[in-house]
């Protein structure tokens, strides 16, 4: 099992920035990519960007493209989502989960996920 703990949420301005972390604990050796999804009120679940375990490669959603850093603290096990520019249609729960076997944009191929942690962004 991999344990997943995301912190760093809360509220922030438009155009204001948050750094989002997901601390990893485990089994972490069984995961090839870290995921962030996020569901907004009354929305679906989306993607919003992933990386390789161990390369740190990386891929955006469109959305996040340009606005969205994911990066990782090797020795920490920990994973961030620094998030720039925001505005209020990122207002979500964002949440960073583990996949076993590729690095994609759906849930799906995702087998470990965080509580979540909410982010709210005014105008």
């Known amino acids: 099992q991999v344990q997943l703990v995301e912190s760093g949420g809360g509220s922030v301005q438009a155009g204001g920035s948050l750094r989002l972390s997901c601390a990893a604990s485990?089994?972490?050796?069984?995961?090839?990519?870290v995921g962030w999804f996020r569901r907004a009120p009354g929305q679906e679940r989306e993607f919003v960007g992933a990386a390789t375990w161990s390369s740190g490669l990386t891929y955006y959603a469109d959305s996040a493209l340009g606005r969205f850093t994911v990066s990782r603290d090797i020795d920490k096990n920990t994973w961030y989502l620094q998030m720039s520019n925001l505005k209020p249609e990122d207002t979500a729960v964002y949440y960073c989960?583990?996949?076993?076997?590729?690095?994609?944009?759906?849930?799906?191929?995702?087998?470990?996920w965080g509580q979540g942690i909410q982010v709210t962004v005014s105008s």
């Open positions: 485990g089994r972490t050796f069984t995961s090839f990519a």
């Open positions: 989960a583990t996949a076993p076997h590729s690095m994609t944009d759906s849930m799906r191929d995702y087998d470990h």
